[in-house]
T-cell receptor, first 113, second 110 residues
Framework: NAGVMQNPRHLVRRRGQEARLRCSPM?????VYWYRQLPEEGLKFMVY????????ESGMPKERFSAEFPKEGPSILRIQQVVRGDSAAYFC???????????FGPGTRLTVL | TQLLEQSPQFLSIQEGENLTVYCNSS?????LQWYRQEPGEGPVLLVT?????EVKKLKRLTFQFGDARKDSSLHITAAQPGDTGLYLC??????????FGSGTKLNVKP
């Protein structure tokens, strides 16, 4: 029974490039959450999605960041025109129902040069 | 202001010692989860507590949910180096979205 999968595990981008982070939830889970974690800090909520819907994006920067969870395929977190401050670990979690226990993927570590 | 306050923020102890970490809020939570995160990895769920006053044991780890469902504690007996990590509490207050505490970073020295 596969857990939450994220790829790539590590991503290096130069300033101004685009970063695409993918997340496949656990089987049977239709709720996906994205978090950002800076070194030595806790998890910061970014966005909560259900299939084809953004439910809560209150934690996501208004510019350059977008997220989607299409009917088919993984959830995508997209960062356009990356800057050094975007360097962080990005974690995806999924749950079976809203506000249910969340299970995390291994994360994508983004480094912006 | 964090909805969930964890204390202490950092804890460094010797192998074999006991410790307790706390997770407190002024809000009522329908459930609380505890996670452990090791460097370079995602958080791993340890336990979910649901009922006020509930106590759950996981080998040397004891989790308690406060009677009023506003706080929780994690007690580790005879800590081992393998317990080293970031301990996070999280939960949905009143069935709304999930919130995470800022974590307790535990270092167990051999």
């Amino acid at each position: 029974n596969a857990g939450v999968m994220q790829n790539p595990r590590h991503l290096v981008r130069r300033r101004g490039q685009e970063a695409r982070l993918r997340c496949s939830p656990m089987k049977g889970h239709s709720h996906v959450y994205w978090y950002r974690q800076l070194p030595e800090e806790g998890l910061k909520f970014m966005v909560y999605l259900q299939k084809e819907n953004i439910i809560d994006e209150s934690g996501m920067p208004k510019e350059r960041f977008s997220a989607e969870f299409p009917k088919e395929g993984p959830s995508i977190l997209r960062i356009q025109q990356v800057v050094r401050g975007d360097s962080a670990a990005y974690f995806c979690a999924s749950s079976q129902r809203e506000a249910d226990t969340q299970y995390f993927g291994p994360g994508t570590r983004l480094t912006v040069l | 202001t964090q909805l969930l306050e964890q204390s202490p923020q950092f804890l460094s102890i010797q192998e074999g010692e006991n410790l307790t970490v706390y997770c407190n809020s002024s809000s009522v939570f329908s459930s609380l989860q505890w996670y452990r995160q090791e460097p370079g990895e995602g958080p791993v769920l340890l336990v979910t507590v649901v009922t006020g006053g509930e106590v759950k044991k996981l080998k040397r780890l004891t989790f308690q949910f406060g009677d009023a469902r506003k706080d929780s504690s994690l007690h580790i007996t005879a800590a081992q180096p393998g317990d080293t990590g970031l301990y996070l509490c999280a939960g949905p207050p009143n069935f709304n979205k999930f919130y995470f505490g800022s974590g307790t970073k535990l270092n167990v020295k051999p």
